[in-house]
């Protein structure tokens, strides 16, 4: 039997607002169809996990992309993360996640330097008391007084141009490295 590998599936603005519906269902579906194990959802917004043998995250996103944009008739954003991966990230936060509240934490997964992002060019005082750090591949986001009037959480969901950005409360990533254990 050939090794397998657990991976996160992270879609980009699907299920908001009434736009890109993506039926989980079908998403479970479509992954099966690509010859995908294990294949489970989490909530409505874009969140798989499945197991495939090893094969470059970047690749597993792009056959990901067009079969949603086949299957849908509309582009998103997709990245991969294999569980090593999203272990990798998870431990890279410096904030002290343990102690915070989950749904104030955030993380935006990119699929370039995060200094690439239009956050990195800001003054990070002019969004106090949100703070924001650069991982890897990511940038790491705590909102104290919670995310619905940040400026910091409307500059971090302006879309790339060039770039894939997508983020994920602090919940829903320890949920994923749950689900791909």
Not at 33 to 55: I, K, M
Not at 144 to 165: C, E, H, N, V
């Amino acid at each position: 039997m050939t090794d397998q590998t657990a991976y996160a599936a992270l879609l980009r603005g699907v299920n908001v607002g009434g736009h890109n519906k993506v039926p989980m269902a079908e998403l479970r579906a479509l992954l099966t169809e690509l010859g995908h194990g294990d294949v489970r959802t989490y909530l409505q917004s874009g969140n798989a996990v499945f197991t495939a043998p090893p094969r470059p995250e970047a690749e597993l996103a792009a056959e990901l992309e067009r079969a949603i944009a086949e299957r849908f008739g509309f582009d998103i954003g997709c990245l991969v993360l294999s569980r090593a991966e999203l272990r990798a990230v998870a431990a890279r936060c410096p904030f002290p996640a343990a102690e915070l509240d989950p749904a104030r934490l955030l993380v935006v997964f990119l699929d370039v330097p995060p200094d690439r992002h239009p956050v990195c060019r800001a003054d990070p005082a002019r969004f106090a008391p949100d703070e924001f750090r650069l991982g890897e591949h990511e940038i790491f986001a705590y909102f104290p007084g919670g995310m619905g009037r940040s400026k910091l959480g409307q500059a971090l969901s302006t879309p790339g141009k060039d770039f894939t950005a997508t983020a994920r409360n602090w919940r829903t990533v320890t949920r994923l490295l749950e689900l791909t254990a």
